[in-house]
């Protein structure tokens, strides 16, 4: 924390902003990622979670948090034993095998490999033989909620003392993530909760044989212990294996776009954690999602502002664009449009897998440092997983197809299901509407107009003006008089002081005038700006694979 607020100003509570370079980040960056692994399950959640808020963290963080996997050694196998005789009774009652080695371990739980007894619970995912039936029983990790209610205690202590070296819009984005962390990661220990959501987005995806979603076995379930079908299949981001096998990797990508367009468009409620080690691929290409503890709900108006976001950026109307970002929060309305437009521009060239001139991603981020001091973006609590899912989304689509055209698919999506043309409908009512008040407005205008020009004809009109000075220029003027009245006196002092033959009180005088002078240039100084650099995940990967 000292380190991070260190690099933002040059003495922490004082001085000038400082700008380091991307290896000095990095090198940060490398030292937290460490922390994080070593302080255990808690962190290692907020390191992966901080790897998705760019709004927090500059690039080179991201770029290191992002290799941050939910992969540590499990449990020991008798404590892990021992939550599941806790919640479902003997082991051996229960299963008729169970491979005491995991599958998966994780930062708040692992998974185990059984076998339970067909028919036991649930629509059978095999024929029924003497072998039983293949499930997956995912385990909360032993003792986890005092270790995890400790941690969080630290995280709510820590937050107001960086919060102290941050600015406002920073502050705005760090106390949404502390607030979005304790949330998600009591959310990810409740498996009932889990199991509830898991059943919701599987009964929404049941008539599309596209997509495949493990079964819950209610019958070996708790709050600690959730039992699904086990379900086989290739790594998403294994695309060697995927090309031996015969999968078109460009329609998979598509269909999972597709898939979380309809969860959080349509569906309302999404799976939160499509990362490669949560997604897997059948031979025939079928998509099948594993672990649904971090998921989410989308409200009404969300879903709406997405929308109207989508069928902006397909129409490539960036007026439009701007105006959805800000009326969800995600953009601050003072932020330089001009600026903002050409920023979206590149977006929407690099999201239809377009090259990018690299003079023009120059020129941007010429604009942005000298138009935006504070950058303009910011990410409210109910758009936080959303953004984790487009984010993560989009890096499997890339990682599947590099040319993947993300804008078309979107584009065909909002068309199939009707979006675009409601809201070409939803336009011309409004347009109706706007015609209506107009003439209704233009009725009353002439009686105003008299009334008006007969007051000025009695000269009984008076004109109120007020001055809006958002940018305190009176008070940075009203500064500079002062300072130059204060200047022209110690100096005027200190020559009357030398010739009067008394040159300690010169000295005095002299050093006075140099505070003086000081704060008279900083007065003139321009704010400097934070360094930001649009970041393309289509570029980056090119950029990494260059590295290679």
Known sequence: MLAYARDRRRFLLFGRPRRVDAETHRHRAEVLLESLLTLGPTFIKLGQLLSTRPDVLPPAYIDVLAALQDEVPPAEWTAARRVIEDELGPLDDRFEEFETEAISGASLGQVYRARIETGTDGPQSAPESH??????????????????????????????????FVDDSRAFSLENLADEFAKTIREEMDYEREATMLREIRANFADDDRFVIPDVIESHSGPRVLTMEYLEGTKINDVEELDRKGVDRTQVAENLQRSYLQMIIDDGIFHADPHPGNLAVTDDGRIVFYDFGMSGRVDDFVQGKIVDFYIAVANRDIDAILDALTEIGTLSPEADRTVMADVMELAIQDARGQDIEQYRVNQIIGQIE??????PFRLPKNLALVLRVATVVEGVCVTLDPEFDFIETA??????????EESVRQYLRESGEQLRRTGESLT???????????????????????????ENVFNTLAKRLVYGMLLTMSLFSMGVLYALGAPEASVIAAVFSVAVTIQLYRSFRKPRSTRVRPQFTRQNLRQRRGDE
């Open 131 to 164: 072998t039983g039936r293949e499930v997956a029983v995912k385990v909360r990790r032993p003792d986890i909620e005092d270790l995890v209610a400790a941690d969080l205690r630290v995280v709510r202590w820590s937050l107001p003392i960086l919060l102290y």
């Open 370 to 375: 000298d138009s935006i001091y504070e950058f």
């Open 411 to 420: 584009t065909d999506y909002l068309t199939e299901q009707g979006y675009r």
């Open 444 to 470: 009353r205008l002439a009686p105003k107009a008299e009334r008006t020009l007969d007051r000025l004809d009695r000269d009984d009109l008076y004109v109120r003006i007020g001055v809006e000075d958002s």
